[in-house]
């Protein structure tokens, strides 16, 4: 079974960063699709990023200019730089991988991102 583990949350203040890594164990061939989703309290989960194992990325609105994902295939690590950080960012941030180019098979335990005005 291929598991998700995410670290890099915390508490930061507003325009600050964080860079948050995702790391699929478990996983004997490439995976297809690794992303990052985030849900705030009271609101949807969310679409932050995504990107395919080669290359190809996609931002919400949000996230461009700001937001950063990158992936080295060879240890299944997702990262998400995040700069200039806003209160209204903070949220449950998850990492998602999709293991057969269709939706979202799997999903890590979140971690939280706190950030202060």
């Known amino acids: 079974q291929v598991k998700l583990v995410e670290s890099g949350g915390g508490l930061v203040q507003a325009g600050e960063s964080l860079r948050l890594s995702c790391t699929a164990s478990g996983s004997t061939s490439e995976i297809p699709v690794m992303g990052w989703s985030r849900q705030a309290p009271g609101k949807e989960r969310e679409m932050v990023a995504n990107?395919?194992?080669?290359?190809?990325?996609k931002y919400s609105d949000f996230a461009k200019g700001r937001f950063t994902i990158s992936r080295d295939n060879a240890k299944n690590t997702v990262y998400l730089q995040m700069n200039s950080l806003k209160p209204e960012d903070t949220a449950v941030y998850f990492c998602?991988?999709?293991?057969?180019?269709?939706?979202?098979?799997?999903w890590g335990q979140g971690t939280q991102v706190t950030v202060s005005s």
């Open positions: 990107m395919r194992s080669d290359g190809t990325t």
């Open positions: 998602a991988a999709d293991l057969n180019w269709g939706e979202y098979d799997i």
